[in-house]
């Protein structure tokens, strides 16, 4: 019997993408999962969009304004019933094997937190050919100056990792900084090496704001990890690299 999968999107004016989403879970060779929408003070018609899918699977959750991703995310943790909880954003695309392939490889390595290779998609979320490629694991220390673990393909073992310990801070990058809070108390992150997830990248989102995107990678070491500067700089600088070789 299938494990039960718990899916968590939060939904912001997500209108124009959130249809391809929900159609890439239902696409999923892996039946056994819950799709938790959580809507958060948008403005568009995503509503709409999603309650026009009639499947049991999808759930929908309003909450009462925006709230932000974090406690978005956040509600969904709290609600979900899976034996297994992982993310997609609200207009990234899954492979529709995604599932299959990741829940056989935590089962296979016994992971509690795992991620998968990802390709960068245009705007419309067509593949550029730019394939991130991932390590098989990455501990705390690998993780500062690689953060290569993308939020649409991470998924926990619930069992492994309590759901209470799985809420992220309320912080600019929050998923990072869930993962630096999990990976710093000993957990090791699994990797699995095949491309499974489309990561759309319209021009206006958030981490096509370059200047946005280093300071909050730098506010995560000097404020969230407390690491001292010089320390800090010199992951600074690794991360930098690395990131410029992924889109490249």
């Known amino acids: 019997m299938q494990e039960k999968v718990s899916i968590i999107v939060p939904v912001y004016n997500a209108a124009n993408y959130i249809e391809k989403t929900i159609q ?28 026009a899918f009639k499947d049991e699977r999808i759930r929908l959750i309003i909450m009462d304004g925006n709230a932000g991703a974090a406690n978005a995310r956040n509600e969904g943790m709290r609600q979900a019933t899976g034996t297994y909880v992982g993310y997609i954003d609200a207009d990234d695309l899954w492979r529709p094997n995604k599932l299959s392939r990741q829940v056989a490889f935590m089962q296979k390595k016994n992971a509690a937190f795992a991620f998968t290779g990802y390709e960068f998609g245009d705007e419309n979320a067509n593949p550029t050919g730019k394939i991130v490629r991932v390590p098989e694991t990455l501990s705390y220390k690998q993780a500062l100056n690689n953060t290569t673990i993308f939020t649409s393909t ?12 799985l809420y992220m801070p309320n912080v600019k990058s929050e998923d990072t900084a869930l993962w630096f809070r999990i990976l710093r108390e000993g957990v090791v992150a699994y990797g699995l090496n095949e491309n499974l ?19 909050r990678i730098w506010n995560l070491y000097r404020k969230q990890e407390k690491l001292n500067i010089f320390y800090s700089m010199y992951l600074f600088v690794g991360w930098a690299i690395r990131a410029v070789k992924r889109r490249m």
């Open 197 to 215: 997830v489309i990561y759309r990248r319209p021009a206006n989102s958030l981490s096509s704001n370059k200047l946005e995107a280093l300071r």
């Open 154 to 165: 991470v998924m926990f073992d619930v069992r492994c990792i309590e759901k209470d310990k």
């Open 24 to 51: 890439s879970v239902l696409d999923q060779d892996y039946e056994n999962w819950e799709l938790i929408l959580v809507e958060n003070g948008s403005t568009d018609d995503s509503v709409a969009r999603i309650q």
